[in-house]
Structures are given as C-alpha cells and as structure tokens.
C-alpha cells in the first residue's frame, strides 16, 4: 500500500512448482488460514489496491481461491508482498460483488455457487448481449469490426496454453469492446459485472478444459469473420450458440 511515499508492488499468482514459490506461515496475525493459492511473480502496476484485486480475481478464475474456503488477508497479503489492508480492501470490493463474504474474525469465504446460478447468468447475459449484437451487425462497417481481430486473437493465445485466468480477462474485453459500439456505456459496465460474475468457478467443478476454452474462442474468431462479411444468418446462429454454451 501506498503510504507517505512509499510503493507496495503486488505478486500475482503463479502455478506450483516455479522458482517464485515461497512458504507462507499456516497462521498470521491470529486469524484463521485455510490452503492458499500458489505463490507469486513480480508485476508492476501504479495502484496497489488495483493490483491486488485483479491478482485475486485472477486466483479466483483460475480455482486458487476455492469456493467454501477462509482465506485470511495477513497471509494472502504475504503471498502477494503487501501489506493485509490492500488486501482487505479489495476483498471488501470482492464481497460488494457477490464473489466472497465476510467472516468475522476469521477472513473472508469464496462463495459457492451451483450450474443454476451459471445458467441464469447466461440467460441474462444472452437477454442483454445478443439482440444488440444482432443489431451491431446490421449497422457497424467491416472495418469496425476489424479493429476488434487482435481481442478474438488474444482469446485464441490464452486458450492455447490453457491460462483460464488471462483467457477470462481476454474474453471479457472482447465481448466489451463489441458491446462498446453500441455507445451505451450503461450497457457495457452491466454486461461486464455479469460476464464476470459468471466466470467464477463452480462448487467442486474441474477446471476448464483447454479444449472448451479453444472451442469458446473459436466462436469468436468465427463471429468476426461473419460480422466483417455481413453475413446475417450465421452472425444470429453463432451469437446463440455462443451464449448457448457460455460456461466459461
């Protein structure tokens, strides 16, 4: 945290077994601690708070964070190299969301959700994304749509190295950028806040399989090239399906 001049820099989460791997006290500060996430990688960022909550957002996608569990904010805090008030803030702003709540005393729980919960998102989200989609179609030129290949593209490099993390950030900026031609910008920050809502790992769910998260990219790929091509019939079809399928 960012105090009288001084920098805190975060350490987001990287997979087990890399050098970055450090031992963390099973108990700080007398709060309780449950198994924490892997240990970290040095990035840089000019917000502390900013960049603890993408790192735990990040955890929570990926699965660190498992859902049902206590994680205390002195021990996720060492893990990331700060101090646990950045750390409290931003699981604060975790539970205004719906993805964790507060346990006093203790820290904070990820929440458990069920395929129900999934499902309703989904239709929600196919509520809101797809008529204007379908409307996007018939008004945005090609080479509005062509500005978007490097997002789709970006998907397709997440997907193949099976990174759930970077795939959901990635897929989340692009279905933003589309919806962000609608010039609402009401519509965008909903469609976000259920787009990201329902990339929260389910109650004892696997993790995605990197063939799901290629087969989801590929839609977008796919989408694009119809898009560009004014090809109404198969922009509807792939915009159903996509949201049809949404599970990731």
């Given at each position: 945290?960012?105090?009288?001049?001084?920098?805190?820099?975060?350490?987001?989460?990287?997979?087990?077994?890399?050098?970055?791997?450090?031992?963390?006290?099973?108990?700080?500060?007398?709060?309780?601690?449950?198994?924490?996430?892997?240990?970290?990688?040095?990035?840089?960022?000019?917000?502390?708070?900013?960049?603890?909550?993408?790192?735990?957002?990040?955890?929570?996608?990926?699965?660190?964070?498992?859902?049902?569990?206590?994680?205390?904010?002195?021990?996720?805090?060492?893990?990331?190299?700060?101090?646990?008030?950045?750390?409290?803030?931003?699981?604060?702003?975790?539970?205004?969301?719906?993805?964790?709540?507060?346990?006093?005393?203790?820290?904070?729980?990820?929440?458990?959700?069920?395929?129900?919960?999934?499902?309703?998102?989904?239709?929600?989200?196919?509520?809101?994304?797809?008529?204007v989609m379908l409307r996007l179609a018939r008004a945005?030129?090609?080479?509005?749509?062509?500005?978007?290949?490097?997002?789709?593209?970006?998907?397709?490099?997440?997907?193949?190295?099976?990174?759930?993390?970077?795939?959901?950030?990635?897929?989340?900026?692009?279905?933003?950028?589309?919806?962000?031609?609608?010039?609402?910008?009401?519509?965008?920050?909903?469609?976000?806040?259920?787009?990201?809502?329902?990339?929260?790992?389910?109650?004892?769910?696997?993790?995605?399989?990197?063939?799901?998260?290629?087969?989801?990219?590929?839609?977008?790929?796919?989408?694009?090239?119809?898009?560009?091509a004014r090809d109404l019939t198969v922009v509807q079809?792939?915009?159903?399906?996509?949201?049809?399928?949404?599970?990731?």
């Amino acid at each position: 945290m960012e105090q009288g001049g001084a920098r805190e820099s975060v350490r987001p989460y990287a997979s087990a077994g890399t050098p970055q791997d450090v031992r963390v006290p099973e108990q700080a500060r007398g709060e309780h601690t449950h198994s924490e996430p892997p240990a970290p990688r040095v990035v840089q960022r000019h917000s502390v708070r900013g960049q603890v909550l993408d790192a735990l957002r990040a955890a929570l996608v990926g699965g660190e964070l498992a859902p049902g569990e206590v994680y205390s904010a002195p021990a996720l805090g060492a893990r990331l190299g700060v101090s646990a008030t950045p750390v409290r803030e931003a699981m604060q702003q975790l539970a205004v969301e719906g993805a964790v709540e507060v346990v006093p005393n203790r820290g904070f729980r990820v929440s458990e959700r069920g395929p129900r919960e999934l499902a309703e998102l989904a239709e929600v989200r196919a509520l809101i994304e797809v008529p204007v989609m379908l409307r996007l179609a018939r008004a945005v030129p090609a080479s509005g749509w062509c500005a978007l290949r490097p997002l789709a593209d970006a998907t397709v490099a997440a997907a193949a190295v099976g990174d759930r993390a970077a795939y959901a950030e990635s897929d989340r900026a692009f279905h933003g950028a589309v919806l962000a031609l609608s010039g609402n910008q009401q519509l965008v920050a909903v469609a976000d806040d259920l787009h990201r809502r329902s990339q929260w790992p389910l109650v004892n769910s696997p993790a995605g399989r990197r063939a799901d998260l290629l087969a989801d990219a590929s839609e977008h790929t796919a989408l694009l090239d119809a898009l560009i091509a004014r090809d109404l019939t198969v922009v509807q079809s792939l915009v159903r399906e996509h949201f049809n399928g949404a599970d990731v």
